[in-house]
């Protein structure tokens, strides 16, 4: 599976974004979600989604952020909504088929004050 990541940038605090992804390579694909990680932090989980739709959230982005995906396009959303300058990190696309973990490139989101 090879996931593509799309969406980041900069906006300021309060503001929307969107962050897409792409996965190809596999029709098989379980759970889809969204991870992030700050300079020398380990990567956090944000929101994930399997296959059903049922999704998963971390507690800071449960009533701000959304996670959605389409099967048939193989894709997961993340709209990010409110932010905050501490949503500031490096958000990774993420993929798992037949137990296996595949990580997007990462795409920079920054949230200014």
């Known amino acids: 599976v090879q996931l593509q990541a799309f969406g980041g940038g900069a906006v300021q605090a309060g503001g929307s974004l969107r962050l897409s992804c792409t996965a190809s390579?596999?029709?098989?694909?379980?759970?889809m979600g969204w991870y992030r990680q700050l300079p020398k932090k380990q990567r956090e989980l944000v929101a994930a989604?399997?296959?059903?739709?049922?999704?998963n959230y971390a507690d800071s982005a449960q009533g701000r952020f959304t996670i959605s995906r389409d099967n048939a396009k193989n894709t997961v959303d993340l709209q990010l909504r409110s932010l905050k300058p501490e949503d500031t990190a490096k958000y990774y696309c993420?993929?798992?088929?037949?137990?296996?973990?595949?990580w997007g490139q990462g795409t920079q989101l920054t949230v200014s004050s």
């Open positions: 989604i399997i296959r059903s739709g049922r999704t």
């Open positions: 993420n993929a798992i088929v037949d137990g296996v973990r595949t």
């Open positions: 390579g596999s029709s098989r694909i379980n759970t």
